[in-house]
């Protein structure tokens, strides 16, 4: 999908033309001499006009053309800042590793440059794939930390021992205690479950990474002495299909624990077991 094509059913250009900053001018020049004169006449005016530049600007397919690029370049910006975040927060060792695939995608584009004139066809396809494969790359690095950061911190014995624990006791349980505790065992059971699945994306996520260095590594060696072109284009493509299907499985687990359940549903213990030692041992467990 183009850019135009993208942005053009969510823009609203009425109000990116009541936007413009030469519109608040011009109003603000109407009301101050509407002021000075005092008169009414100079707002009505203004107001006509105001109503005509409203149902016309916003129409003209440049202006439309000029306000796309607009939030394109917005986006871009955000965009830029979301990866330049990202490659602040990752360790010193990845980010190592990313300026060395770097490196590799400027050989690889010094390369192409070399090709004839009726070969540079796939200089600039080659140029927007390698861009988006060390964006891609630098999302998967991040990942990869953010899994890592979860595994190192989060005990998983610690989380099973007390699943046992809770299923040991809930038979003996009554009431809400054992309302509340089956709400418990249900969130460890997911919490043991998103272990499990982020770990085994952690290592899903390494195996793109190394594939990502290798491919690109083999496609710079092919590059300095290439025949066709169109022979490496098509290795690229492969490896983009590859990374946009590791990071779909990527958002997919995260997607799967975003409803995770809570507690919400549960109403607070009975006011008159507040004082006595069963209520007060329901609340210690509960959290526990």
């Not at 916003?58 to 990202?86: C, G, I, T």
């Not at 010094?110 to 630098?138: C, P, V, W």
């Not at 998103?194 to 590594?217: M, S, T």
């Not at 060696?221 to 490496?232: E, F, G, Y």
Request: aromatic fraction near 6%.
């Amino acid at each position: 999908m183009s850019q135009d094509d993208s942005t053009k059913s969510e823009i609203n250009y009425v109000k990116e033309a009541a936007k413009l900053q030469y519109n608040w001018i011009t109003l603000a020049g109407i009301t101050g001499f509407a002021l000075v004169s005092g008169s009414a006449l100079p707002l009505l005016l203004g107001a006509g006009l105001e109503l005509m530049y409203l149902s016309l600007v916003p129409q003209n397919s440049r202006f439309q053309r000029l306000v796309r690029s607009w939030k394109y370049a917005e986006e871009k910006r955000v965009h830029d800042r979301r990866l330049s975040a990202m490659f602040q927060e990752i360790p010193s060792e990845m980010r190592l590793r990313y300026a060395d695939l770097d490196k590799i995608c400027r050989g690889i584009s010094e390369n192409y440059s070399r090709l004839s004139s009726t070969s540079q066809i796939f200089a600039q396809q080659m140029e927007d794939k390698l861009g988006g494969l060390l964006q891609a790359y630098l999302r998967l690095l991040h990942s990869a930390w953010q899994h890592r950061e979860y595994l190192r911190t989060t005990d998983l014995n610690a989380v099973q021992r007390e699943l046992s624990q809770l299923q040991k006791t809930q038979e003996s349980e009554t009431g809400k205690v054992q309302e509340i505790n089956g709400k418990r065992i249900e969130i460890l059971n997911k919490r043991i479950e998103k272990f499990k699945k982020i770990r085994e994306n952690c290592e899903v996520i390494d195996a793109q990474c190394a594939a990502v260095e290798d491919v690109l590594g083999l496609v710079r060696d092919q590059s300095v002495t290439m025949r066709d072109p169109q022979q490496l284009t098509d290795h690229l493509e492969g490896l983009v299909h590859d990374v946009e299907q590791t990071e779909e499985t990527v958002r997919e687990v995260e997607n799967i624990f975003e409803n995770v359940p809570d507690m919400s549903g549960i109403a607070p213990m009975p006011s008159d077991t507040d004082n006595t030692g069963s209520g007060a041992a329901a609340r210690n467990r509960v959290r526990n």
